[in-house]
C-alpha cells in the first residue's frame, strides 16, 4: 500500500472520484488508485473505470462506494447469477468470472507469501473447482421474526452489517438446504417459533443450520436455541422430515452463550439421529451436529490426495495429525502408514472420528481430546512422528506448538490452512526454524468468496 501521510492525502470522505480497478482485494472490495493512493471499492472489478463514493479514510488507503461502472472488461466482471449478491454478505466475489477468481486468488497469495522469499515454482497456481456452484454442504443461518407475519427471516447478514438478508435461494449451497429453510420459515408460527432477541431476552432460536452428506444424500436439521423446550417437538420435527425425506434427524443444540460462537456443548435429538454419514472414496465418516467438516466435499478429496502425495508414506511412518475434527486426515492416511495420532479439543468430534476408525476397520490410530497446545509436546517426546500435520482454524497455530515443533527436528511438516494471513506468519517462524518450504498448493474450496485454502509441505 501507498506509504502516505496525513497530509498527503489526495482525497476526503464523501468526494467522488473516477478510478480505474486493478485487481481483488482479501476482502469483498477490489484495488485502485487515486492519485497514487490506494483505494478499496467495495464489490469493484479488476478492469473497472468506475465513479465511486469515498465512504471511509484511512492514513494508507480509502474505501469508496461505485457509483457508477463507466466501463468494464468482461472477461472479468460478469452478471451475478445471485440475484441478491448486491447486499447479501455471504459470498463476495460472484460478479467476477470463476476463471478469473482463480486468477486473483493466485495474485492475492503471491502477495500474501511475498516475504517468504519462495523459490521459484514452489507456490503453485491454484486448483479450482470443476462445479463452483452448490457446493457447500453445510448452512448456518441467523435468524430475526418478522413483527407483523411472525414468520421466521433467515440467511446472512449484509456484509459488516446486523441487517439479515432474508435468503430464500443460494447457488453456493446443496439445492436442498433453500427448501427446508422454508420449511422452517413456514412452519414458524404454527409452533411457535420465534427468534432469540439478545438484547431483549426474549424468543428461542438463535441459528438454523442443515448439513448434508454429499455423497450420501444424508441431511440433518439443528435448531440452536436458548434452551431445549420447544411444545410439539415431536409434531414438528415429524412435519419436517416427511416433507424432507433428506433428513435423517432433527435435533436442538442449546446455547446459552451471549459471544458470536454458534453452537453450545449440549445437543438434543428431537427425532431420528443427531449425524450423517458422508463417505469419502471407500471411506465412510460420522459427522455430528456441531462437529467440524470441509464445507466443499469434491474440493476436501482433492485436498485429501495431494496431502497424501506430500506425505509419501511407505506404511512405515508415524504420523501426528494435530487440530483433526472427525478424523478425515487421520483416517484417509491410516492405510498407508504405521500409526496415526489425531489430537483435536472438541470432544464430539473426536467421538466421531473413534466411531469413524471403528466403522472402517482401521486399527493404528489413537484419537486424543485436548487442545493441541498442551498435547504436542508429550505427544512429540513420546512417538517420533515422520510426518506431522497441522490443520489449525483461522487463527493458525498457537506459538506453543510452533515452538514444539521447531526443538523437534521432524522430517516433514503439512500445514493446511484456510486464512493465507495466519499461514503466511506461521511459515515464517517455522521456515527461521530450518524447515524449508517445498511446495504451495492452493486449493479453492470457497469457490465466489474470497478464501483460499493452501496446503503446504515443509521439510527439515
Ligand atoms: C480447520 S478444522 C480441521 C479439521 C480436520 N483436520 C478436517 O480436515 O476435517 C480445525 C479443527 O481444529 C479444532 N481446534 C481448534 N482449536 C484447537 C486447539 N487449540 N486444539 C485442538 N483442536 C482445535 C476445531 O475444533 C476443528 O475441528
Known sequence: MAKSTLQSIPVSEGQSIELKIDSMAYDNSAIGRYKDFVVMVDRGSPGDYVKASVTMLRPNYARAKITEIEKFDPAYRIDPPCKIFKV???????????????????????????????????????????????????????????ADTGRLKAGYFEWHSNDLVNIKFCPIQHNVFDQIVETVRELSPKYNILAYDGKKKTGWLRHICVRIGINTNEALLTLVAVNESLSKSQEFAKEVMDKHPELVGVCININTKTTNVIYGD???????????FEKINDLKFKISATSFFQVNTAQAVKLLNILENYAGLTGQETILDAYCGVGLISIFLAKNAKKVL?????????????????????????????????????ALSEEKADVVVLDPPRIGCNKKVLEAIAEKNLKKIIYVSCNPTTLARDLEILNLKNYKIKSIQPVDMFPHSYHVECVVLLEN
Not at 515454482?121 to 470443476?130: A, F, M, Q, T
Not at 449440549?266 to 450423517?276: A, E, F, L, N, Q
Open 88 to 146: 447479501c454478505g455471504g459470498c463476495q466475489w460472484q460478479h467476477l468470472s470463476y476463471e478469473k477468481q482463480l486468477e486473483q486468488k493466485d495474485l492475492l497469495l503471491k502477495k500474501f507469501f511475498s516475504k517468504l522469499n519462495l523459490e521459484d515454482g514452489v507456490l503453485k497456481n491454484i486448483i479450482g473447482s470443476d462445479n463452483p456452484w452448490n457446493y457447500r454442504n453445510k448452512v448456518q443461518y441467523p435468524v430475526r421474526t418478522v
Open 266 to 276: 449440549k445437543t438434543k435429538v428431537i427425532k431420528g439421529r443427531s449425524y450423517i
Open 342 to 378: 489425531g489430537i483435536e479439543e472438541i470432544k464430539q468430534s473426536i467421538d466421531d472420528a473413534v466411531f469413524s476408525m471403528k466403522e472402517n476397520n482401521i486399527k493404528n490410530i489413537a484419537f486424543v481430546n485436548g487442545k493441541v497446545e498442551n498435547k504436542i509436546e508429550e
